[in-house]
């Protein structure tokens, strides 16, 4: 597990390595014809997000349960969304690069 702090504190927790079955549901995506790009895009974004994430500690309260990780990443505003997007791609990127493909 890896920790990760924005500007204002707050600690976001990964795990280090997604399982196999979950590459392959990311690859997956790709394969939905009916799917927007767009609609694609946010739905591996909020796999990526389910999958990782362990706690989100916001002003000093930690979430750990994934339903409210997820209401907590999915009501976020855009900076912080912004944030979380850009710490899991470093993350997988430096971790699991298979994973991005």
Known sequence: ?????DP?????ALRDRLS????RKIADLEARPA???????????????????VTWTI????LTGQRELLGRYRMADTETR????????EHVSERQP???M
């Open 1 to 5: 597990m890896t920790e990760y702090a």
């Open 8 to 12: 204002e504190g707050n600690v976001l």
């Open 20 to 23: 196999p079955g979950t590459v």
């Open 35 to 53: 799917a927007s790009a767009d609609d694609r895009w946010q739905r591996r974004e909020e796999l990526l997000f389910e999958h990782l994430a």
């Open 59 to 62: 002003a000093g309260l930690p």
């Open 82 to 89: 912004s944030w979380v997007r850009r710490t899991i791609n």
């Open 98 to 100: 298979e994973a991005l």
